[in-house]
């Protein structure tokens, strides 16, 4: 199997950690999207990463369809837990971490256009949904070891990855300072040896 990601997606970084979490050996294939050549397009039509292409070339994306094909092909403990109240549970913090990480994007990418075309409303209205993920998932974490049932779960590696690239492309919100549940969880998150090696890139 191999993988297509940009070392910056906090989507692809969210399957390359599960990966490493369940000792599965896959190849990783740096993109750049903007090329010409650039083949995610021959595998999702949505040209979007991650994908993980498989041994017999057919395709799995996007990064919650990955996650749990990879969470169910190893053995181990599950990473979605198999019980559904807490596999809910888990899938409602993934879904409110990618959420809040799409909003960022979503500024960003305002932010980057031509001074002329940007829309300061619609990047104010993207960062208030960030900033109200945020307070959720803060308010949530209180007094918690992990996300969901006191187990490391994709609910953690999820909020893990939307922390870590916020700290990347957004320090001026200083997230740390203002939701400091949210800190406590990640300066432990961190120090795994799965989030070390998928750092984003400066």
Request: hydrophobic share 45%; net charge neutral.
């Amino acid at each position: 199997m191999k993988l297509l990601y940009t070392p910056n997606s906090p989507y692809a970084r969210k399957v390359r950690i599960v990966a490493l979490e369940k000792h599965i050996d896959i190849e990783l294939l740096e993109v750049v999207l903007a090329d010409a050549d650039c083949p995610v397009k021959n595998y999702n039509p949505l040209g979007k990463v991650p994908v993980l292409v498989l041994d017999d070339n057919d395709s799995v994306y996007d990064s919650k369809v990955i996650v749990e094909y990879l969470d169910n092909r190893a053995p181990g403990t599950h990473l979605i837990p198999i019980d559904n109240t807490s596999k809910i549970a888990v899938r409602r913090w993934e879904a409110l971490a990618d959420g809040v990480c799409d909003a960022a994007i979503a500024a960003m990418l305002e932010a980057r256009r031509d001074e002329a075309q940007q829309s300061q409303a619609n990047i104010d209205k993207q960062l208030a949904k960030v900033v109200l993920g945020l307070e959720v998932l803060n308010l949530d974490i209180t007094k918690k070891k992990w996300c969901v049932n006191e187990t490391f779960s994709l609910a953690d590696i999820a909020l893990g990855c939307m922390l870590g690239y916020l700290d990347l492309r957004f320090k001026s919100l200083q997230w740390q300072d203002k939701f400091p549940n949210l800190a406590k969880h990640y300066s432990v998150l961190v120090k795994r040896p799965s989030f070390k090696q998928t750092m984003p890139i400066v």
